[in-house]
């Protein structure tokens, strides 16, 4: 592969990674700057210790966000959304969205442009990370949340405007809806394609990770014909595709006396607020979750307090042909360039983002040496603040000590 800068993913989706890829990043807004210096530190240095400098990482930054805009005049351009696509693999910081008004999500307009369908959100607990749980070691689950529809689609229309009475109207004449006047609207599409291709990579990962379940959350006990046939194609998918390889709950129980045999991922769903419940109360019964979209984000986030909070939260957004990975939290502008916050975030998609590429001598690396890093307690301030005689360091400092444990 001498030569060769770029990775390139096959008909089989196989990915052929050089040993000196480009890889497209977003430093991101607010506080981006800061915490993709620190990972960006810390990949390094975790690939030339792997790989003792056989392999290396060349970085090709992306104008997007604010930067973007000051340089060109747009947040996101078609040529950065390109470059993505082209160069397969690529990692960003948390972009700005106001609320209520202006330019919609650029992170959703990442993912749907580039049809990145699984928001992917492992959650694990890293010893001696401050933990609002009795038991935070039993917490390790991987969120699959589609990512492309329900009502992050962004199909809506604002109260009062002409848009929004044309179709209160067409509902309440045409469709005999009983809704009150001057509301605001909003769509919820779930499709059995998006939804089968979502579900099916969830499998495939549990199958690829050997691990036992694949829960498919949903409020299909009250959105029939979009969760609930959320749920319905799920199973339907488990059964065309992976039928060698699953069992449902009830087949377990009914067939089985509740013993799985060997080799078989077990499907089961479970409403959306009894999840809630029971990945507080029996959070070692889940493994793998598969969700709609607004699902996803709520648990992903939840799950993630339970381990520590954002900050210590991975995501990655996958499709068929790129996958880009990124910082779960926002930018909170108000600590932008004093070097302060939380990296390990954009830290540990950093470790996604290697897994991805079959570096994983590189990832497991960085992982321990994190975790030697939060356990001799030097931290972060919002870390330090929870943990006994910890040493408080700057964001910068935090990735200096990560990156000296590196073995």
């Not at 049809?115 to 009795?134: F, G, H, N, Q, T």
């Not at 991987?142 to 009475?165: C, H, K, M, P």
């Not at 009914?254 to 809630?276: C, N, Q, S, T």
């Amino acid at each position: 592969m001498n030569g060769i800068k770029k990775i390139k993913k096959d008909e089989n989706g196989t990915l052929h990674v050089p040993d000196r890829p480009v890889i497209p990043f977003i430093e991101g807004d607010g506080i981006g700057p800061d915490i993709w210096k620190a990972t960006r530190l810390v990949l390094d240095k975790a690939v030339q210790i792997a790989f003792r400098g056989e392999k290396e990482i060349e970085w090709l930054e992306l104008d997007v966000g604010e930067k973007g805009y000051q340089k060109t005049g747009e947040y996101l351009s078609d040529q950065a959304l390109q470059s993505i696509q082209d160069h397969v693999v690529a990692i960003k910081g948390p972009l700005t969205t106001p609320i209520g008004k202006g330019f919609r999500s650029l992170n959703v307009a990442i993912r749907r442009k580039l049809d990145l369908y699984a928001c992917v959100r492992p959650v694990r607990y890293i010893e001696s990370v401050p933990s609002p749980m009795k038991y935070p070691e039993k917490i390790n689950m991987v969120v699959f949340r589609e990512n492309t529809e329900d009502l992050y689609a962004g199909i809506e229309w604002q109260s009062g405007t002409r848009e929004a009475e044309q179709v209160i109207s067409f509902l309440k004449e045409k469709m005999n809806a009983d809704l009150p006047d001057h509301a605001g609207i909003g769509i919820k599409p779930i499709s059995e394609k998006n939804t089968k291709r979502l579900v099916a990579s969830a499998i495939s990962y549990a199958a690829d990770h050997n691990l036992p379940s694949v829960t498919l959350m949903h409020k299909g006990n009250i959105m029939k014909f979009t969760e609930g046939a959320f749920s319905n194609w799920g199973y339907e998918v488990a059964q065309e595709e992976f039928g060698d390889r699953t069992i449902t709950e009830n087949e377990l129980y009914e067939k089985h006396g509740g013993k799985v045999p060997a080799g078989k991922i077990i499907i089961k769903d479970r409403i959306a607020d009894m999840l809630f419940q029971q990945v507080l109360l029996r959070p070692d019964e889940f493994s793998v979750i598969a969700t709609p979209n607004l699902n996803g984000d709520y648990i992903s986030d939840a799950l993630a307090a339970q381990v520590g909070g954002l900050g210590m939260a991975p995501g990655a957004n996958i499709g068929d042909r790129c996958a880009c990975f990124e910082a779960t939290h926002g930018t909170a502008p108000k600590y932008a360039g004093q070097d302060k916050v939380n990296p390990s975030s954009l830290i540990l998609s950093g470790a996604m983002m290697l897994d991805y590429m079959g570096w994983e001598d590189a990832s497991e690396r960085l992982r321990k040496a994190l975790q030697d890093t939060v356990k001799a307690g030097i931290v972060t301030y919002d870390l330090a603040r929870q943990i006994k005689d910890a040493t408080e360091v700057k964001c910068s400092e935090f990735a200096k000590a990560i990156s000296e444990r590196i073995k």
